[in-house]
């Protein structure tokens, strides 16, 4: 396989159902997305997601933190294992640990993140139902570059839906969840094909610098 061929090696970096990760994993097998999935590494090893990779052929790993006396030596051991993967982009997909300052450097550049908001708003946990606390009548999820800043790195893709009157923070996170089902994927494609990339903090989208994200509006927002 020539290098213009060849599929971007993607590791996905979950803790949970993997949702996301099987929306990636599909829009690659269908082949709408020049990827390849390399593998699917869990913190968790009874995660969903691993058993999701497992039936779809998918090599998957996991890393727990039990094994290992402290975040550090985690991650340098999580590290060793997608090192050993090859990947051309680490894509974290609801994976629910805080990285290690050495971790994040080591993958600037490749390493992207899910968050269930609209970042800056509600960086952190519970995001649904801070924003239904809120009164807030638009909500969604965002793809970011991981930076050393929690929920902080470049904000890539934005895609918004609406909070309903009759909502409850479940309904919402379905809703969301359709939502980043459609983007992440998108995004991942920019990626894959060479249109995205960042440059110290800065965000190119097809050469050109982005001075905001680029945002996709799901009024429906159903699969
Ligand atoms: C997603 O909603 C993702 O945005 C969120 O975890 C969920 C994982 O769902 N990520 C975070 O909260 C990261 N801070 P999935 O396992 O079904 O893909």
């Known amino acids: 396989m020539t290098e213009a061929t060849r599929k971007t090696r993607v590791v996905v970096l979950l803790s949970g159902s993997g949702s996301n990760f099987a929306a990636i994993a599909a829009?690659?097998?269908?082949?709408?997305?020049?990827?390849?999935?390399?593998?699917?590494?869990?913190?968790?090893?009874?995660?969903?997601?691993?058993?999701?990779?497992?039936?779809?052929?998918?090599?998957?790993?996991?890393?727990?933190?039990?094994?290992?006396?402290?975040?550090?030596?985690?991650?340098?051991?999580?590290?060793?294992?997608?090192?050993?993967?090859?990947?051309?982009?680490?894509?974290?997909?609801?994976?629910?640990?805080?990285?290690?300052?050495?971790f994040v450097r080591h993958y600037s550049g490749r390493l992207l993140n899910i968050h269930p908001s609209l970042l800056p708003a509600y960086k952190g946990l519970d995001t649904h139902r801070r924003a239904l606390e809120d009164g807030a009548t638009v909500h969604g999820c965002s793809v970011h570059y991981v930076t050393e800043e929690l929920d902080g790195g470049p904000v890539v893709g934005q895609a918004s839906v609406p909070v309903l009157p009759q909502d409850t923070a479940e309904s919402l996170a379905e809703r969301v969840h359709h939502a980043e089902h459609r983007l992440y994927p998108e995004v991942v494609g920019w990626y894959a094909s060479g249109r995205l990339r960042m440059d110290g903090q800065v965000v190119f989208l097809d050469g050109a610098p982005i001075s905001h994200p680029v945002h996709r509006s799901y009024a429906d927002a159903t699969e």
């Open 27 to 102: 829009a690659a097998s269908n082949g709408t997305l020049p990827v390849e999935i390399v593998a699917a590494v869990s913190d968790r090893p009874a995660a969903f997601g691993l058993e999701r990779a497992r039936t779809l052929g998918i090599t998957a790993i996991a890393v727990s933190p039990r094994d290992y006396p402290d975040r550090a030596s985690h991650d340098l051991a999580l590290l060793d294992a997608i090192d050993k993967l090859a990947p051309d982009l680490v894509v974290c997909a609801g994976y629910m640990r805080i990285f290690s300052p050495a």
